[in-house]
């Protein structure tokens, strides 16, 4: 659903930028740590109290700006912060208004700010929970010294935020996996900050289980979710691609597939591969402990005496004075120097 208003202030369709979602999913089907749902819960009752709080007990005449509801939700990637984004537009009966910041930005260039304005105007329009995703790309370290024009733009949409954050009266909701890029000027803007933790071994069991339907899916007699929670320390979101890949190994065997069932080997197969798929994407050419992948400069020491042995021809070359033959050779170096980075990148 697109917002009138957002679509007016774009010049067409908003859906690349925001998207209207009506909320399905409730706090009963979100597993979370006892911490975790503990401070989702109270940041619901300060939800709920608000009118209470602002008006009945006069603080909104004390205080002209700050009277709407802004959460962050913190923690790694696949510990609900999503869903339970979702869960709080469902608890609210409100529309889920997710903004797709990394279009916004790259589609909009020198807009940014307006766009993050008409953002907030259309959620207050439709009466919807704001929630912007990834929010450290938004709402990241202002640059103190400004040298370049991304630089200022970005300086300037924090700005705005800010700005909408302190008169936007309905609820907004940040998700970060990176909370400590936030501009710190957030931290006072922000009601309440909420840690999404990893799952312990007992949520890791029940967020197996809640991925299967209880009655439909086959499931083989050797399937233990409890051997399987304490064996892999993973996220919500691991578990769910681990039960999906689970479920494709086992339809993909031959025979017929009303005798097929999902068993141990099979969750236990599709675990590992999405340990090693995340393994793949986490890796980093500068890893702190140098474990993940042969740095650079390891691998051109290891090549060091080729490197001199070819300097040592450029040199002997450049005195014969030969313009060709020092053409050639700084070619060769130049070959020589891109092969070596991507033999340490491979």
């Known amino acids: 659903m697109a917002t009138s208003l957002l679509d007016q202030l774009l010049g067409g369709t908003s859906r690349n930028l925001v998207e209207s979602i009506t909320p399905r999913r409730t706090l009963r089907d979100v597993i979370l740590p006892p911490s975790t749902r503990r401070a989702l819960e109270q940041a619901l009752t300060q939800i709920e109290k608000h009118d209470t709080l602002f008006h009945d007990w006069g603080l909104a005449e004390r205080h002209a700006v700050g009277l709407g509801l802004a959460f962050n939700f913190a923690g790694p990637p696949g510990t609900g912060k999503t869903i339970c984004a979702e869960a709080v537009a469902h608890h609210l009966r409100k529309e ?24 907030f105007r259309a959620a207050e329009e439709q009466d919807a929970v704001l929630f912007f995703d990834e929010a ?74 809640v ?24 996220s919500g979101g691991d578990i769910k691609n681990a039960v999906l890949k689970a479920a494709q190994l086992a339809i993909a065997e031959p025979g017929p597939d009303a005798a097929k069932r999902i068993a141990q080997r099979h969750f236990e197969a599709a675990m590992e591969d999405v340990i090693a798929a995340r393994r793949v994407m ?38 014969g004075g030969g313009a060709v033959a020092v053409w050639l050779a700084g070619a060769a170096l130049l070959v020589s120097l891109v092969a070596l980075v991507v033999a340490a990148l491979g």
């Open 96 to 119: 889920l208004l997710v903004v797709h910041y990394a279009q916004l930005e790259s589609r909009w260039i020198g807009q940014t700010g307006k766009n993050v304005a008409g953002v």
């Open 136 to 209: 450290d790309a938004i709402a990241g370290r202002r640059f103190t010294d400004v040298s370049q024009g991304s630089e200022r733009e970005s300086n300037t949409v924090t700005a705005v935020l800010l700005r909408e954050l302190e008169t936007f009266p309905g609820v907004v909701i940040f998700a970060t996996n990176l909370a400590r890029n936030f501009d710190p000027a957030f931290e006072r803007r922000i009601r309440t900050h909420i840690l999404f933790e990893m799952p312990g071994p007992v949520e890791r069991e029940q967020v197996w289980r």
């Open 211 to 234: 991925q299967l339907h209880p009655r439909k899916t086959p499931l083989a007699d050797d399937v233990d979710f409890v051997g399987l929670a304490e064996r892999y320390d993973v």
């Open 282 to 319: 986490g890796q980093s050419l500068f890893d702190v402990d140098g474990t993940a992948l042969t740095r650079p400069q390891d691998a051109l020491a290891s090549h060091g005496s080729a490197l001199q042995e070819l300097a040592r021809s450029l040199e002997q070359r450049v005195a």
